[in-house]
């Protein structure tokens, strides 16, 4: 927008529709239309209690090379996700993880699990093999992420000392830039 003119709200608010439409993409007219008095979502006064799924990504600087602190950052989100899942006795039966290098390149791998899981360390065991054929050395990477998704209300009962571990159903789906 700075380079469009435009340095505040009231500017981007006054420009017609045609002009906006022409420039910008759809979250751009939404704000557009909210700057203009035109609701465009619902206010929504409760608190959120359902999900569909969680997401947690977080950018980092500077952006990094090293294997063990791009891991360590795509384990807090791990942490932070579960956390939230915990909160709303959520537990995922899939899982997506993602690597955003420098130049806003991702790279992602989709990870089905035999059984519905929130517990940080079964995941990140699950996830550690895919993260490995994400990375690459070659790259910076400047955020990570990962969505908990196919939640399930978490009914989690202890495993006898024999139980199966939690495990993939089948190999992880990898994406390339």
Request: hydrophobic letters at 35%; a positive charge; proline letters at 6%.
């Amino acid at each position: 927008m700075g380079k469009l003119g435009i340095r505040t709200a009231l500017q981007f608010a006054q420009k017609t529709e045609p002009w906006v439409k022409g420039r910008f993409s759809k979250p751009f007219m939404e704000i557009w239309h909210e700057l203009n008095g035109r609701s465009v979502l619902a206010v929504e006064t409760s608190p959120k209690t359902t999900y569909a799924s969680i997401q947690k990504v977080k950018t980092f600087t500077p952006p990094s090379r090293d294997r063990s602190f791009v891991l360590a950052q795509l384990s807090r989100n791990f942490e932070n996700a579960c956390t939230k899942a915990r909160r709303y006795t959520l537990a995922a039966r899939s899982l997506i993880i993602f690597l955003k290098t420098q130049d806003f390149r991702g790279r992602e791998a989709e990870l089905k699990l035999s059984r519905p899981s929130n517990i940080p360390s079964d995941l990140l065991t699950i996830i550690r093999p895919a993260f490995d054929g994400l990375f690459d050395p070659q790259h910076e990477y400047r955020a990570t992420g990962v969505v908990l998704a196919d939640l399930k209300e978490d009914t989690t009962v202890q495993l006898d000392l024999f139980g199966e571990a939690l495990k993939l159903e089948k190999p992880a789906s990898y994406s390339r830039p």
